[in-house]
């Protein structure tokens, strides 16, 4: 029985769907948390934001798969830290505004939008670098991911708009300790306690 050695394997859509989805849940709790500050005229900020957040996490698994061992131990290692660092530093950043800031104020930053895709796709990079050492073809899974990333972001940012104009308070605070617990969570998940 001889075999293909350049034949790559294939992934089931349940499969990638569930990734897709488990990868995505970050992005979705950030924002939920980033939609409780949106008013109505900032809805373009949930379709930006939600395209960032789709972009990253299909472009993380193709450059994990293109990188793979070389660099997986090193990802390994610092990524956890990195993603905490990120997501702690702006999640003080919005602690702060809520405090500062006049009730209905928002303020957009691209840097702020970029840092939070990168810290959320700090996964999916992993995720692309397991694809490259099980020889698993990497098209169709970054598509799904990115797919569905997109959609959980932008449902997350109207689910927060929404929320927010029910109670109808400052709640950019919450949003920031939320930020927070996810990067605690995703140091927790990644770094051993020993």
Known sequence: MSSNPHRCM??????MVLIGVGLAMDAFSISVSRGLTLHESET???????????????????LGWVSGLEIQRLVSALA?????????????????????????????SYRELLLLSIATSIDAFAVGVSFALLDISILLPVIVIGLITF???????????????IFENRLEALGGVVIILIGIKILLENVPLT
Not at 10 to 15: A, G, I
Request: charged share 15%; no cysteine.
């Open 10 to 15: 294939k992934v089931d859509l349940l499969s």
């Open 44 to 62: 373009n900020y949930a379709l930006l934001s939600a395209l960032s957040f789709g972009t990253f996490q299909a472009v993380m698994p193709v």
């Open 151 to 165: 959609i959980l972001s932008l449902a997350g940012s109207y689910l927060g708009e929404r929320i927010g104009h």
């Open 80 to 108: 956890p830290w990195a993603a905490f660092l990120l997501l702690l530093i702006i999640g003080l950043k919005m602690i702060y505004e809520s405090l500062i800031m006049e009730e209905d104020e928002f303020i957009f």
